[in-house]
């Protein structure tokens, strides 16, 4: 555990730097000196053009202040940066309803019902999924001046985090986008340390007439993750000579194929996953030109009507687990797998997707580019390795359309969309989705209803198209699901609720360490769910967030019944700059046969022997911001201390013999600044 002294020192050295780093936000529609012509510099910082040569040069009034805004990926919604500091999760890469394998970086899996909702190709790797970076997920941003944001979290036992952000204009037409993460954590117990790089670069370029387009994205995941399988005896836990997990012994992995160096991320027993991702999108617009004139100022205008638009995707995928200090009486032991006596294991498979879609976008309201209609063909090469020789090529054709219109009052919001394989392996996947969005009234806020039935083929790596051990079952047959939603959000109120029904036939899932099953039979999920904002006093908010899960007769879904989270949370703007939250955050869950996890295949399966039935994670915190500079200091799971024995010795399990951590110990610091 980091001591004291660290901490104090870190602290005072960051709010030193508070003193020289200034951002001064504001929100889009930034208000520009009257008269005259609007430029823009070659940082894209909009400024007035002189209209002579001033003896006297004045302070510019736009050279402290930024104006930043930003859209995800194939989205037309405009968002702000959110600055806020009462939730810790927005900035922690994996949510709180997620459990991970006791360590930051180790495979996780959500406690709430997440079934795939994609149709076409599935790998069949998703224990590392919550750490990737993804397209979806890629920002655009508009920024008058260069924006940098950076990000280190430490914790106990030499956790790390690192998070940067940078984007700006090059120029009135180009943005630049740039974020990296790392994460690296040697963990409390043995071989399971974890290094992970994310790295994401996109630019998004429009022409001065605004015809033209082109957006470029750029991802690399790159997960190194040794596995210890779990722990040979739970008990041993109860007898530490040394009051030291790492003093268990586990079922994989040796103290040789443990490192704790963070220049050292070699995997001796363990996973290495990599992924590449390249994207290209061109698009043409036909419309009509306009101008308007503010203040002697003329904007130069631009209406889309038809858009021709092309997406090529690149991306490679590795997943892989080795195994070089094997000891074999073990893989016979606990995992019924046979090997002989120094052997090295390694399950390796390699997929190339190669993806050109044409789409034709029309908008029928010339100002309103919420409202459009997208037809579009796409064609689809997949090229995969396994067992070293198997290899299989397959080509797939499909037809997609989306129906949507925001309406500009922003009363209704309707999206319809739907996608359909018509040739190749995976004929016969699709996915249709309609969704409603109305604007009920200000007190009431918004009502939201929508239906989505996805029929999609099982993962390949269930259909033995991979080379690690997993044995599938002949003839499985598409998962077809069905699901209803609907929510309530109160923004006035500070209230949230949503219901999710699903409907399930052919479920796909792993039953034992190595075996494949499918339900045929229907089956039933219902989830609830309610987040609300009680203001107790002045200062004194509690936040609560509830799931409820119940599924029907007797499917192979384990989901606890009850989730909940709560933080009572001090809070409030002191000292003009210093906005403050502090207090206590509680997670529970109610007991349930949680899904075990098999290091050898990366997969969560179904196990009915062994019931999760854990204290409730107890957290204190203290965030708060000073201007630009944010600090998240937390003290995590006290809920582990042994009221019997003393120390923090009563460990919550996320998995069937894996054990989560005790006491641990966080500090992060995000600040950001305008260059």
């Known amino acids: 555990m980091l001591g004291m002294n660290i901490f104090r020192k870190i602290l005072l050295l960051m709010l030193l730097l508070v003193g020289i780093i200034q951002v001064h936000a504001q929100r889009p529609g930034l208000k520009l000196p009257t008269g005259g012509e609007v430029i823009q510099t070659g940082q894209g910082r909009p400024v007035k053009k002189s209209s002579g040569n001033d003896s006297l040069k004045h302070r510019d009034a736009l050279e402290d202040s930024i104006t930043i805004y930003y859209r995800y990926f194939d989205s037309t919604r405009i968002r702000l940066l959110d600055s806020s500091i009462n939730d810790f999760y927005l900035r922690y890469p994996v949510p709180y309803y997620y459990n991970t394998l006791g360590n930051l970086g180790q495979p996780a899996t959500s406690l709430i019902f997440r079934p795939g909702l994609k149709p076409g190709f599935d790998a069949g790797f998703h224990a590392y999924d919550v750490y990737n970076f993804t397209i979806e997920g890629t920002k655009f941003y508009q920024t008058t001046r260069p924006y940098t944001e950076l990000g280190y979290l430490i914790g106990s036992r030499g956790e790390q985090m690192i998070d940067v952000v940078h984007t700006q204009n090059r120029g009135k037409n180009t943005n630049l986008g740039f974020e990296y993460r790392l994460i690296n954590s040697p963990g409390a117990f043995r071989n399971q340390g974890t290094n992970i790089n994310n790295i994401r670069l996109n630019v998004g370029y429009q022409s001065s007439n605004k015809r033209y387009a082109a957006y470029f994205i750029f991802l690399n995941n790159k997960v190194r993750v040794n596995e210890n399988g779990g722990l040979r005896n739970e008990k041993d836990l109860d007898s530490l000579a040394l009051n030291d997990p790492f003093e268990v012994t586990t079922r994989l992995g040796t103290n040789a194929s443990t490192s704790r160096n963070f220049f050292n991320p070699d995997i001796i027993t363990g996973d290495l996953y990599k992924e590449n991702i390249f994207l290209l999108r061109q698009q043409y617009d036909i419309g009509q030109k306009d101008s308007l004139v503010v203040d002697t100022v003329t904007y130069r205008l631009f209406y889309p009507r038809i858009r021709l638009q092309h ?11 080795n195994d070089r200090g094997t000891d074999s009486s073990l893989y016979s032991q606990y995992f019924n797998y046979r090997i002989n006596p120094g ?10 997707r190669y993806s050109n879609e044409f789409n034709v976008v029309s908008f ?14 796409g064609l689809e090469i997949l090229k995969g390795q396994y067992k070293d020789t198997l290899s299989v090529n397959l080509n797939d054709v499909y037809l997609s359309a989306e129906y949507r219109n925001r309406t500009r009052n922003q009363l209704w919001d309707l999206d319809a969309a739907g996608k359909f394989f018509s040739a190749g392996p995976l004929a016969g996947d699709y996915s249709s989705l309609i969704s409603l969005k109305r604007l009920l ?13 996805i029929n999609r083929s099982p993962s390949y790596n269930y259909k033995e198209y991979t080379s690690f ?15 209803v939603f609907g929510s309530l959000d109160n923004p006035e109120q500070n209230l949230t609720l949503s219901a999710e029904y699903y409907v399930l036939k052919n479920y796909t899932y792993m039953d034992s360490f190595y075996k494949v099953n499918q339900q045929s039979s229907l089956f039933n999920l219902l989830h609830l769910s309610l987040e609300k904002k009680f203001r107790l006093t002045k200062h004194l908010n509690w936040y609560t967030e509830v799931h409820v899960q119940q599924t029907t007769g007797n499917p192979p879904v384990h989901v606890p019944f009850i989730l909940t989270r ?8 002191f000292f003009q700059n210093l906005f403050l939250s502090t207090g206590l955050e509680i997670r529970y869950f109610t007991p349930y046969k949680a899904n075990g996890y098999a290091a050898l295949t990366n997969q ?4 009915n022997s062994t019931t999760l039935s854990n204290r409730p994670d107890i957290n204190a915190y203290l965030n708060f911001r000073i201007k630009s500079f944010k600090a998240f200091v937390r003290v995590e799971n006290l809920n582990t201390f042994d009221f019997k024995n ?12 894996f054990p989560q951590q005790s006491m641990w110990v966080r500090l992060g610091v995000w600040w950001s600044f305008v260059n």
């Open 311 to 321: 997406t090529f995707i690149y991306s490679t995928n590795l997943y892989s687990f």
């Open 343 to 352: 052997d090295t294991i390694i399950f390796k498979d390699t997929w190339h």
């Open 364 to 377: 029928p309201v010339k100002n309103n580019l919420n409202q459009f209609l997208k037809l579009g063909i």
């Open 441 to 453: 009234s200000k007190k009431l806020g918004y009502l939201e209803a929508g239906f989505q039935n």
């Open 469 to 483: 051990p997993i044995h599938a079952v002949t003839g499985l047959k598409k998962e077809n699901i069905t699901r």
């Open 566 to 573: 709560n933080r009572i949370a001090f809070e409030g703007n």
């Open 604 to 607: 969560f399966y179904l196990q």
């Open 646 to 657: 003393g120390g923090f010795k009563h460990y919550n399990y996320a998995a069937p013999h």
